[in-house]
């Protein structure tokens, strides 16, 4: 276990509609990485959170949002949702100190399925 | 666009056997390799990472990495059923390295 929890653990949407997930980071972590994965596929960056901002975005438009909170746990919100966003969602922990990252380990995800 | 390539599979090997996975990557200035294993249905589970040219061990794990090549491999001693499962592939590939790329993965089905 690595100590990152997500909520929920599955979720069912339909499409056009709005959804947050939940990630809890690892005791003494002060940063939340954000992924999806597609079936058959290796996960997609789709935003990190350090200190309470974004801090690297990768290819996903701006329906995909998040925020980090001052305990270090963090929010995936997606907006419009459409079939494709249909996927695992991850969450990662890590430490970041000064410029270099750590290892970034993983929460057990989170199901989403959109209709 | 930056990269990371794997072999999707499967890897089939008898239990007992030695498993040999690969990965290559695109961006010669990646400094660090993580390999990740992931069970049907759950979530990535970090078996080891490496940075520095040569060979890294743990227990039945070696991971190898050849930065000329740009290649980085993990191996597998013993193998057990319980090895079976999908290993990930990830490097930071960016001088901020704030975002791991992953590879597809690697099936790897240990045979009884």
């Known amino acids: 276990e690595t100590g990152v929890t997500q909520s929920p653990t599955h979720l069912i949407k339909t499409r056009g509609q709005q959804v947050t997930l939940r990630c809890s980071s690892q005791s003494g972590h002060n940063t939340v990485s954000w992924y999806q994965q597609a079936l058959g596929q290796g996960p997609q960056f789709i935003f990190q959170y350090y200190r309470e901002e974004e801090n690297g975005r990768g290819n996903f438009p701006p329906r995909f949002s998040g925020l980090q909170f001052p305990n270090y746990s963090s929010e995936l919100n997606v907006n419009a949702l459409e079939l494709d966003d249909s996927a695992l969602y991850l969450c990662?922990?890590?430490?970041?100190?000064?410029?270099?990252?750590?290892?970034?380990?993983f929460g057990p995800g989170t199901r989403l399925l959109v209709l | 666009q930056k990269e990371v390539e794997q072999n999707s599979g499967p890897l089939s090997v008898p239990e007992g056997a030695i498993a040999s996975l690969n990965c290559t990557y695109s961006d010669r200035g990646s400094q660090s390799f993580f390999w990740y294993r992931q069970y049907s249905g759950k979530s990535p589970e970090l078996i080891m990472f490496i940075y520095s040219n040569g060979d890294k061990e743990d227990g039945r794990f070696t991971a190898q990495l050849n930065k000329a090549s740009q290649y980085v491999s993990l191996l597998i001693r013993d193998s057990q059923p319980s090895d079976s499962a999908t290993y990930l592939c990830a490097a930071f590939m960016d001088t901020g390295r704030r975002a791991l790329t992953f590879g597809s993965g690697t099936r790897l089905q240990v045979q009884p």
């Open positions: 990662a922990s890590s430490l970041v100190a000064g410029w270099d990252q750590e290892t970034q380990y």
